[in-house]
């Protein structure tokens, strides 16, 4: 048996000898080490669109603008922008003495670089679709930029604060590899991506705006968020990122850890496909929304952590509940419904579920086919893995979805995508009628605030009452944070740019 | 021996390559491509001509037949084809995971015959003894619990109680820091180990109440024999073939990775490796990871031939005569 054990130890020191190196860990007292479940997919901004490589990029790339906590478009590379009267040209001047991590000056001839790069086809960038009005780009000067549209459109400066928008140096777009190298002129340059994994970055010294206030970050993946919990218990990570809201209401005061929450923009929404039979009618989906409590649903899938909301999410264009259609459960109007359509019997209702995206899905689509039984309809919930659930919603090829569907500062950006008659997903929509396209097109050419909040006020009312979705609720963005971890803003699209505020305050 | 060796190995090919097809037609019959891995729901934004752009960055633009010979031919020379999500050739990704999953193996292998074994053959030596019951018990509720349970109990009180985690999503290597990695991979190789150890109590006991009554346990008690000589060299010895079989199963499937160990002690092994790579439709990865898992899967096999003889000396793959 010593034999045995003698053997297996020589094949242990092989095995450690074997082993790649670690990574060069910027361990030190100022590094903040951070964790969160999913890591990044890809390095390249204007490509990748999955919230995890979000969370990566935006600390090293920056767009010309960004959203502050409430929303509001406020400045990054760009110091100020203003648009024609006839909103046909858009001008940004831009910020000057800004370099990128490898040392190069940032200036107009990159922001030509990279937006020419978006609309490229050959880039495969999904953003394009938003930029598509724009029809040359002047450069006065080496910090004025002009862009000229082809028609007025005031929703782009909402799109120019995607990510997917940022900019990059014009000698990496020449000759670079942007899919394995990320360099930006935001706050943290990236020093090593091992995939699935553990991530690095260092403090930009020459960041131009007041910080970073931590020497580096170490971004590691924790796959299990019960065991990110346990991390943040146990003292070895300082801050968190968190989607499971039954994992992050596990948080108590008592545990000496603080969990920030932001309101997401991200809505929670039953998709119903009006292109289907008996889904086409419009009393079987306004019956469908009749019955709906959708307090319910947010409190039995998500412990009731959000608010129930209408089609947009962001404050300024929120708009009284008591306004849109049947957001008080009303089952007698529902059976009424039901019944002027002839389907006093029911019908069975499938219904496609990613499992585990989020991770609220199935809770969601039981809670709602155990209110809709209440109408005799019976929901049959197909659970499937994200991709193979994508590949059929980007297809139609549903009858309901339960989703999670991403928020955008601008309601015209948000839903342009569905709500028009040549949005590039107005067939996954299942839905459209001319008032939602006129509505739309007013709201993209209009730049009074208010008059503008009219005519979105009126676009949410008119799609509640056509009932082709089901809105439900927002939820929050989680982050948790040791309590010495100061400055972070919690961001409603969850956002990790402000952590180029944080200090480390043992 | 070694001609025996060489027509296994040689035996296995059509195996591997029946594996290789089947995995290389699996992987794209799923619904969801690379793209809609990569882009979710924004995929939908895309032009023809972007996709097509897309499909060409991730090498699916060829006919399938093509990607799989040029696949093929390049396997035989070795390379296992470049991972795209992983920005690196798929052999080199499978290697640095690697050393964690055949260390985890290894260890839990180890708890696993360090418990089962003695209480195996205490068992079925103290035959429906209370020690024969507590051992029996034993074995029900390592084999009832699941790997997810006592994981999550395991870092509960570690974090809870203790206020430690050695593993937070920091793996580090055995050569770089050995006391600090094994602190790392013990609790996971205990979860796996414990359970496991239950397996091989269950059939060293079963296998030693068989052998304790043969004819020549007798002659050797007759003989005069001390009883733990008896059990140890006549009776255990003879017992052992049917626990080394189930050993070796285990340790194919422990090498092939255990993604939910690996998932909730944050450990970069084979397992989530592989995992990742399906859900992010990483052909070329998914297609190496399984080769390479069969592969061990062979090895293994032959491995466990091989210490038959060495257990057994009437088993012998050597022509006689």
């Known amino acids: 048996m010593t034999r045995f054990v003698r053997v297996l130890l020589i094949l242990l020191v092989i095995l450690g000898m074997s082993s790649a190196a670690a990574p060069g860990l910027a361990q030190g007292d100022n590094v903040l080490i951070m964790a969160r479940a999913a890591d990044t997919t890809g390095l390249d901004p204007h490509t990748q669109t999955a919230f995890a490589s979000f969370r990566l990029l935006e600390l090293i790339y920056e ?71 724009i029809e040359s780009i002047d450069t006065p000067d080496d910090y004025t930029v002009v862009f000229n549209l082809s028609q007025p459109d005031v929703p782009i400066l909402g799109a120019m604060s995607s990510l997917n928008a940022a900019i990059m140096s014009s000698e990496m777009i020449a000759t670079g590899d942007p899919a394995n190298e990320a360099i930006g002129t935001g706050p943290f340059i990236l020093d090593e991506w091992i995939p699935e994994e553990v991530t690095t970055l260092t403090a930009n010294p020459d960041w131009w705006g007041e910080g970073p206030y931590v020497d580096g970050i170490e971004m590691r993946v924790i796959p299990d968020e019960a065991s990110i919990l346990a991390a943040l218990r146990a003292g070895e990570i300082d801050f968190a990122l968190l989607n499971d809201p039954l994992v992050a209401t596990l948080i108590t005061e008592d545990s000496g850890i603080v969990l920030n929450r932001a309101p997401a923009i991200a809505y929670h929404v039953l998709q119903l496909n009006a292109a289907r039979e008996p889904l086409d009618r419009l009393e079987v989906r306004q019956a469908i929304s009749c019955a709906i409590d959708r307090q319910e649903v947010l ?105 999670l569907n991403g928020g955008r500062v601008d309601p015209y950006t948000m839903y342009a995508r569905y709500w028009t008659r040549d949005g590039n997903l107005n067939t996954v929509a299942g839905y459209i009628d001319d008032t939602l396209d006129e509505l739309m097109a007013r709201g993209r050419t209009e730049t009074d605030p208010d008059a503008r909040y009219e005519i979105f006020a009126e676009f949410q009312r008119h799609l509640t009452e056509m009932a082709p979705w089901i809105w439900l609720y927002t939820d929050y963005e989680y982050t948790a944070q040791q309590p010495y971890v100061t400055g972070f803003i919690p961001m409603p699209t969850d956002s990790l740019y402000y952590l180029s505020q944080v200090r480390i305050e043992r | 021996m070694f001609r025996y060796l060489a027509q296994r190995l040689i035996a296995f090919l059509p195996t591997l390559l029946g594996i290789s097809i089947l995995v290389f037609l699996a992987i794209r019959l799923v619904p969801g491509d690379a793209i809609v891995a990569m882009l979710g729901t924004e995929a939908g934004m895309l032009t023809q001509t972007q996709r097509d752009a897309l499909e060409a960055y991730f090498g699916l633009d060829k006919p399938p ?94 974090s809870v109680y203790f206020s430690v985690l050695p593993n937070a999503g920091n793996y580090v290597g055995i050569a770089d820091d050995p006391l600090r990695n094994l602190g790392q991979v013990l609790f996971p190789a205990m979860t796996l180990g414990f359970s496991f150890s239950a397996s091989v109590m269950r059939t060293t006991r079963s296998a030693m109440l068989e052998v304790m009554g043969e004819d020549y346990i007798r002659t050797a008690r007759s003989k005069g024999l001390r009883e733990w000589r008896v059990v140890v060299r006549h009776a255990l010895r003879n017992a052992l073939i049917p626990v080394v079989t189930i050993a070796g199963v285990e340790m194919g499937y422990l090498l092939g990775g255990t993604v939910i160990v690996e998932e909730i002690f944050s450990l970069p092994g084979i397992g989530r490796l592989a995992l990742n790579a399906i859900l992010q439709r990483d052909y070329a990865l998914v297609q190496g990871v399984t080769l390479f898992i069969a592969l061990n899967f062979v090895l293994i096999n032959l491995i466990v031939d091989v210490l038959y003889t060495l257990i057994d000396p009437r088993v012998s793959y050597v022509r006689k005569g």
Do not use: K
């Open chain 1, 63 to 133: 767009p010309l603008v960004t959203s502050d906590a409430d929303l509001n478009i406020v400045p990054a590379l760009a110091e100020s922008w203003e648009f024609s009267d006839d909103a046909m040209t858009l001008t940004m001047h831009l910020r000057q003495g800004v370099t990128f991590h490898d040392g190069s000056d940032f200036n107009a001839e990159d922001v030509v670089a990279s937006f020419e790069r978006i609309l490229d086809e050959n880039t495969g960038a999904a953003t394009r679709a938003n930029f598509l009005s």
């Open chain 1, 299 to 403: 409190d039995t899938a998500a412990l009731g952590q959000g608010r129930v909301t209408g089609p947009l999410t962001t404050p300024a264009y929120r708009v009284p509940l008591e306004d849109l259609f049947c957001y008080q459960r009303d089952l007698n109007r529902a059976r009424e419904l039901m019944a002027a359509a002839g389907l006093e019997e029911g019908f069975t209702l499938p219904m496609i579920v990613a499992s585990a995206e989020p991770p609220t899905a199935i809770a969601e689509a039981q809670s709602i086919q155990a209110q809709l039984a209440e109408i005799n309809i019976t929901v049959e919930i197909e659970t499937m893995e994200l991709s193979v659930y994508v590949d059929r919603w980007l297809a139609a090829d549903f009858d309901s979805a339960v989703a």
């Open chain 2, 65 to 158: 037949l093509e990607q799989y010979v040029s696949w093929l031919g390049n396997v035989v020379q070795g390379n296992l084809g470049f991972s795209v999500r992983h920005g690196a050739p798929v052999l080199d990704v499978i290697l640095r995971r690697f050393p964690v999953t055949v260390e985890l193996a290894i260890l839990a292998m180890i708890i696993a015959l360090a418990i089962g074994l003695p209480v195996g053959v205490l068992s079925a030596v103290r035959h429906n003894s209370v020690i024969d019951l507590a051992g029996r018990l034993f074995a029900l509720i390592g084999l009832a619990m699941p790997n997810f349970l006592l994981g999550t109990l395991i870092i509960y009180v570690l």
